[in-house]
């Protein structure tokens, strides 16, 4: 089922292209807005259905050669997702989910907070399941860094590119 807060604009077209990384396959999708999908995978054809799975209505574009630049930045920021970006990101969400993704991004790198630690930070009502759904939904990888985002216990739980994945950024980023 497709996430209301993600229905693309009427006409509106998505370009994409793929990348590799150390962590699997990149897609990178970009709307006129800047990034709006980076999945990391192991199938393209899996990646590319999940794309028009979170954009039902965009028209998508496959414009490798253009995005070169784009797709770069994003398989260096899979490889060293302590490292800023410059990316342009197109956040689509609801306002808890925005609001979630942008106290994602103000976690510096190396460290990690809880659902519940994120859930109480929020300038809105908010428990720690609404912040592991928001996770779930969020569509750009590593740029909204769901990944330093841990239980209570500071265990590792579940991540839509997979745990394995994400306990690999976490041990790129140094933390213990």
């Known amino acids: 089922m497709t996430n209301p807060s993600y229905e693309t604009i009427e006409g509106e077209t998505l370009r994409f292209g ?14 006129v807005r800047g990034v709006a999908a980076l999945f990391i ?19 998508l574009i496959h414009y490798q050669e253009g995005l070169a630049q784009t ?3 994003a398989a260096a920021l899979v490889d ?9 990101l197109d956040l689509r969400g609801s306002p808890l989910e ?5 106290a994602l991004q103000a976690i510096p790198a190396g460290e990690t907070r809880t ?17 592991g759904a928001a996770c779930a939904a969020n ?10 985002v841990v239980k209570s216990d500071g265990s590792i739980s579940g991540y839509r590119w997979g745990v394995q994945r994400k ?9 213990a």
């Open 41 to 59: 995978g192991d199938d393209r054809t899996k990646l590319l259905r999940d794309l028009r799975d979170a954009f039902p209505h965009a028209q």
């Open 139 to 148: 569509r750009i990888a590593v740029a909204v860094p769901c990944h330093r």
């Open 80 to 88: 060293g997702p302590q490292v800023r970006t410059d990316l342009a």
């Open 18 to 31: 793929y990348g590799d990384a150390s962590l699997g396959t990149v897609l990178v999708a970009e709307s």
């Open 71 to 73: 797709i770069a930045k």
């Open 115 to 131: 659902y519940g630690a994120i859930a109480r930070s929020l300038p809105i009502a908010a428990t720690a399941q609404d912040v």
């Open 98 to 102: 925005v609001a979630v993704w942008k």
């Open 167 to 175: 306990r690999r950024l976490i041990n790129k980023e140094g933390v």
